[in-house]
């Protein structure tokens, strides 16, 4: 085993940690990490950020608006497969690289799966090289429980066999595979965490739960795919980014960590759930359409090695859904402008033959 490189906490071992220490966080403007980026410079005062981001449809400045003037963030636009915007991020040094840059939407890589395996495989890649060349100190890899497949019965735990199903599923399961091939190769510092269906704020809306919301805070209605008896096990994104964070910090190197929320829901609970906080109907607002091909029925995470690790989720689900609720009723501001967009067009696509 790598010995631990100085400036990092490990279980048992209680250090401050000294110095102004560089995070690059790829994907940093998309959903999730943005909730990374915010959560880190609000409770790591030692820490200084450096969002990589190609901006892609999903990605959205105003997903860390509240912290972009802090002397320590700072942004370089760039591709994570462009070796050289990854050096330009690095900036001769950092201590850590978190890689949320990802195609992660499952309906979209149905239609065109050639980007998912660009990013979420060959990106993945160019990251672990320049974390081998750089000396970087740790590599996390942000992945999903998709990873592992249908889950029929009981629920995933790290070790269980990766059978992914979609081409979205496939290149994070490439990209995983890239990265445990590069510790056992080459001792590369890395980590991955897999997480599951993530909801909350800023989260671009084809989605579930922000499509749902949005869609009925404007009185259209929701496609529920199939019979929407489908399971997913549902995790704050503040909760998931303290796990990444959790994991950062306090990881074993080489290790993997599921990080759940332990809240299974059919889509036809949520659904529920959302028409009642929105005040609308079952009979006027949802129409069931044609299901999702290869669509999983059921992810089940088994996160019991992140409890072990510290880690514990603390958003409650009933409240969380509800809060993130009122979220998107107050602040059109944010998505009318990505749902009159480029989004259309898409939604057209997905939807209207359905
Ligand atoms: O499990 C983690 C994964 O969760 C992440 O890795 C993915 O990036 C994320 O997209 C999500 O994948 P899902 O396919 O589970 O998420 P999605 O929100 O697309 O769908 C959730 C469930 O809702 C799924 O059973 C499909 C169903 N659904 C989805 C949409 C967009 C509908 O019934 N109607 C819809 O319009």
């Not at 496609?223 to 994104?237: A, K, S, T």
Request: hydrophobic fraction near 35%.
């Amino acid at each position: 085993m790598i010995p631990p490189r100085s400036g990092w906490r490990h279980v048992g071992e209680p250090k401050a940690p000294v110095g102004l220490r560089h995070w690059i966080v790829t994907g940093g403007l998309g959903f999730i990490g943005s909730a990374f980026v915010r959560n880190v410079l609000r409770d790591r005062l030692d820490v200084r950020i450096t969002v990589l981001d190609a901006m892609t449809y999903a990605a959205n400045p105003e997903n860390v608006r509240e912290v972009s003037g802090d002397s320590r963030y700072r942004f370089v636009r760039g591709d994570i497969c462009d070796a050289a915007a990854v050096r330009e991020a690095i900036d001769g040094g950092a201590s850590a690289i978190v890689n949320f840059a990802a195609e992660t939407h499952v309906d979209r890589s149905i239609l065109a799966p050639e980007q998912f395996l660009k990013t979420d495989i060959l990106g993945t890649h160019v990251l672990l090289e320049a974390v081998r060349e750089q000396a970087i100190e740790r590599f996390v890899q942000v992945s999903t429980d998709e990873v592992y497949g249908d889950v029929e019965h009981g629920s995933s735990a790290e070790d269980h066999p990766l059978r992914p199903r979609s081409p979205y599923a496939a290149s994070k399961a490439g990209g995983d595979l890239q990265v445990l091939a590069y510790r056992t190769t080459f001792g590369t510092p890395v980590l991955i965490t897999r997480g599951s269906n993530t909801y909350g704020p800023y989260q671009y809306p084809e989605k579930l739960i922000p499509l749902f919301v949005t869609n009925l805070i404007d009185d259209t209605q929701v496609p529920v795919y199939g019979d929407g008896r489908q399971v997913r096990d549902w995790l704050h994104v503040d909760d998931h980014a303290r796990g990444i964070l959790h994991v950062l910090e306090n990881g074993e190197l080489g290790e993997v960590y599921n990080i759940g929320g332990g809240n299974s829901r059919e889509n036809l609970e949520i659904t529920k759930e959302l028409l009642t906080a929105t005040g609308r109907t079952w009979e006027t607002h949802v129409r069931h359409v044609t299901d999702r091909p290869g669509h999983d029925r059921r992810y089940s995470l088994d996160a019991s090695k992140a409890a072990r690790l510290g880690w514990h989720p603390t958003v409650e689900f009933e409240r969380g859904l509800r809060e993130t609720v009122e979220w998107y009723q107050s602040h059109e501001a944010w998505w009318r402008p990505i749902k009159s967009g480029e989004f259309r067009e898409y939604y057209k696509t997905q939807y209207a033959s359905r």
